[in-house]
């Protein structure tokens, strides 16, 4: 059990990945889509929306949660080609803005993406012995 909050440690990776995703989503959605649902923090416009909802079905059904850090390092890739695009716009647009909106979150991303990619590394220069 995680001592945040109660909830087993797996309910709360999964949490925390889908909040990320979900504050990277609303702030692609308030900066591109300039609808009357996309002002208001909270809200998304339909199309955000359905990539939201998707993220979270992702998320929730994913195999690989306990070993994974992001999606992106997954040794699958279990979105459908239309939404990893769509999915990969969002991260484009928002990652770099995420130090300015959330740095503790973006520099934790930061940190752990770092340390994926030298374990990743690790692991090729091993497989090649």
């Known amino acids: 059990m995680n001592k945040n909050n109660g909830l087993p440690e797996i309910k709360q990776k999964r949490y925390k990945e889908y909040e990320t995703v979900m504050l990277m989503i609303q702030l692609f959605c308030q900066n591109n889509h300039r609808t009357?649902?996309?002002?208001?923090?909270e809200t998304l416009c339909?199309?955000?929306?359905?990539?939201?909802?998707y993220v979270y079905k992702r998320i929730e059904n994913?195999?690989?949660?306990?070993?994974?850090?992001?999606?992106?390092?997954?040794?699958?890739?279990?979105?459908?080609?239309?939404?990893?695009?769509?999915?990969?716009?969002?991260?484009?647009?928002?990652?770099p803005r995420m130090i300015f909106h959330h740095p503790a979150l973006a520099i934790?991303?930061?940190?752990?993406?770092?340390?994926?990619?030298?374990?990743?590394?690790?692991?090729?220069?091993?497989?090649?012995?």
């Open 36 to 41: 009357e649902a996309s002002k208001k923090p």
């Open 46 to 53: 339909p199309e955000c929306r359905q990539l939201a909802e």
């Open 62 to 95: 994913c195999a690989y949660i306990e070993t994974k850090t992001f999606c992106s390092f997954c040794k699958i890739h279990c979105y459908k080609p239309e939404m990893r695009e769509k999915i990969r716009t969002v991260m484009r647009f928002s990652g």
């Open 108 to 129: 934790k991303h930061a940190i752990l993406t770092i340390k994926e990619s030298k374990k990743k590394r690790q692991y090729e220069t091993y497989r090649t012995y």
